[in-house]
Structures are given as structure tokens and as C-alpha cells.
């Protein structure tokens, strides 16, 4: 079906309207009448090509919110009229050890992104700026009653970027959580790590985000340049969320583990990042990683937000609007995220 969309024709330039093509339902596929896309700024390094070589035209979008409008002849999990959200990706093997682990997102064949890829058939895939789009029911996450949609949509990605490992690494009781970084990824994840229970501290280079920080729950403040309050913190902290992808000093946040304390990044710098490994081999300390999260997880995730009654602060804008929307992006100006009102396609 003939689909109305915002579309990047080329690498760098501007989105613009745009049609594309949905395929027809297979017994599998549910067919979703998008109401909400958030903007990640993945979608801007991937139409700009900072990343890798992409395809385009491109339909970006991967943190959606909609209703089920229609449902193939196999769906049993889904009716119209659903509440349905989809986040980054649409494909995966469903037959390695990860697949069968509910841990889709690590597949060893490897996912098939929701936009700016080709799914295992060589469809290119067109993402969430746009009306309404065709994915199989494993794929689809419910939107818990009582949580509006625009404010889900950007649980789909930054949300469970950042809840997933703040469970794999036991944010809780008793733990002293840092989330280092206040933007998309960072609100989201100083409202999870305060709604399991954690003392969260919001760790920033930036002084002007105290105060927010604060009002979204975080317990404490740590400013990365305050060389007394860093020597004051040092080997404190059991776990901390990086959603830095600007280049930093890394030794300094490192110092303020625990032994055995972990430092999970998140945030995706464009470059390699220099460390000094006696931070981490002294105090047997590890930096890891994470991407996203699996089906099963991110259905956790946005039942877990629901019954905490929270969700992502957002900025609403129209289609019109898009670019300038990503040139704030950029410029780190969003407070924390931009939704798009899909009806405006
Ligand atoms: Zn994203
Ligand atoms: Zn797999």
C-alpha cells in the first residue's frame, strides 16, 4: 500500500514528504497505523552517513507508537485496535541461541534494522516518519494501558537502551547507580535506575544540568570537572550508565567504581576511546556494553514504566518541522526528546 512518509533522498540532505510502498500482510505481519515516531539521533548520523553507507531514499524512525489497523491470517496476539509500539529492529534468525534466549537484539546472523537495511527477503526496510508501516507480530511490542502513545513511542529505543543494562548489572536497593550524560538516552535512564530503587546520581560536564536532573528524580549530582567532589565519590559506585558519544576522559569516571564495579557504555563515540587499563585491573573493574534490548525485555521494560507511572519527556513537533528538529538534536537542545505527530505525514 502506497504510504505518505518524510524521506532523506540522498546522504546529508534535507527530509522532505515522500511516498513509499508497504508490502501486502503475510500471515505473520500486522499492519500499523503509526500515530507517533521519536526522533533518536541515530537517525541523524545515519542519514548524514557519519556511520557507515546507507541506503536512500531513507525513511528514518525506530521508536514508533500506533494502532493495529489490520492483522494477517496467522496473528493471534494482536486485533485491531491494539495499542502497538516498534522499536529498532524488525528481523532477526529466530534460530541461534540468542534468538531463543528472547536476546533478538545479539542475533548471530545478525538483525534487520527497522530502516536503512534490507530484511533476510533483500526488502529495503522504511522506518517510522511516516503513516503507518507492515511488521511480523514477534516484532510488535503492546503499549501498556493507560500510557499515552506519544510518550511511549521513545521507550522503544532509548528506553530500553538504557533499562537493559541497568537489570543485566542489578541497579536496585542498596546500589549506588550513576548515569553519566542528561540527554535522550540519559533522562531515560535516571527515571529507571530511580524507579528500581537505586541511589542514582546524574554524572554531567555541564553544570546547567543539576537542576533537572533533580526534578527527574536523581538523588544526587556529580559534576566531572569538581576534582573535589570526584576524589570525594572515588570507589563509590556500583554500576554506571554511559550515554556519552562525545570523546571523554575516561580514567576519572572510571575511578569512581567500586571494586568489581561496572561501567556500561551505551552512548556509541565515533572514534576509539583511550583508557588507561590500570584503572580497571587494580580494583578488578570492567567497562562493557550494551545495545538495546531483546523482545521479551523491552515488553518488561514497558509494563515496568507503566505500572511506575512514568514514561519519556517529550517535545511534540509536526513533520514540518523535522529538520530544525535535528539540528537542535545536535546541538544537544531537547528536552530529552522530539516525537513526531505522525498525522502530520
Ligand atoms: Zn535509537
Ligand atoms: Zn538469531
Known amino acids: 500500500m502506497e504510504t505518505s512518509a518524510y524521506a532523506a533522498m540522498s546522504a546529508g540532505a534535507p527530509l522532505e514528504p515522500h511516498t513509499i510502498e ?22 541523524i548520523h545515519q542519514a548524514r552517513e557519519e556511520w557507515f553507507t546507507s541506503i536512500f531514499p531513507m525513511v528514518p524512525g525506530h521508536e514508533i507508537a500506533g494502532v493495529v489497523s ?3 491470517s496467522e496473528v493471534t496476539k494482536f486485533a485491531p485496535g ?67 502513545l506519544d510518550v511511549a513511542a521513545p521507550l522503544l529505543c532509548a528506553g530500553i537502551t538504557t533499562y537493559s543494562p541497568l537489570r543485566e548489572w542489578e541497579a536496585g536497593p542498596g546500589k549506588k547507580v550513576g548515569i553519566m550524560g542528561l540527554g535522550g538516552l540519559g533522562h531515560m535512564g535516571l527515571k529507571h535506575a530511580v524507579a528500581m530503587g ?7 560536564h555541564s553544570p546547567s544540568k543539576e537542576e533537572d536532573a533533580k526534578r527527574l528524580g536523581a538523588h544526587n549530582f556529580l559534576l566531572l570537572s569538581d576534582r573535589e567532589a570526584m576524589k570525594e565519590q572515588a570507589m563509590t559506585f556500583d554500576l554506571i550508565v554511559n550515554t556519552v558519544s562525545a ?31 590500570f584503572g580497571l585491573n587494580s580494583q578488578r573493574r570492567r567497562i562493557a ?14 509494563d515496568f514504566c507503566a505500572e511506575h507511572g512514568y514514561a519519556a519527556d517529550i517535545e511534540l513537533i509536526d513533520a514540518g518541522q523535522i529538520n530544525e528538529a535535528w539540528d537542535r ?13 505522525a498525522s502530520t505525514f
Open 329 to 341: 538534536v545536535v546541538n544537544s537542545d531537547v528536552r530529552y526528546r522530539f516525537v513526531i505527530d
Open 70 to 72: 489490520a492483522v494477517g
Open 247 to 277: 570523546p571523554i576522559d575516561l580514567d576519572p569516571a572510571i575511578n569512581l567504581l567500586k571494586t568489581d564495579g561496572t561501567m556500561a557504555y551505551v552512548g556509541l563515540p565515533d572514534k576509539p576511546l583511550q583508557m588507561n587499563i
Open 82 to 148: 491494539d495499542r502497538v509500539g516498534v522499536g529498532v529492529f524488525v528481523e532477526t534468525c529466530m534460530e541461534c541461541d540468542n534468538c531463543k534466549a528472547g536476546l533478538e537484539n545479539y542475533c548471530v546472523k545478525g538483525f534487520v534494522p527497522t530502516y536503512n537495511g534490507k530484511n533476510y527477503d533483500g526488502e529495503v526496510m522504511y522506518g517510522g516518519y511516516s503513516t503507518a508501516i507492515v511488521v511480523d507480530d514477534h516484532y510488535v511490542l503492546r503499549i501498556p494501558d493507560g500510557m499515552e
Open 198 to 204: 537505586a541511589d542514582v546520581t546524574l554524572i554531567s
Open 22 to 43: 508497504r508490502r501486502d500482510l503475510r500471515p505473520h505481519d500486522v499492519l500499523i497505523d503509526i500515530k507517533y515516531s521519536g526522533v533518536c539521533h541515530s537517525d
Open 289 to 302: 556494553g550494551s545495545n538495546i534490548g531483546g523482545i521479551p525485555e523491552t515488553q518488561e521494560m514497558l
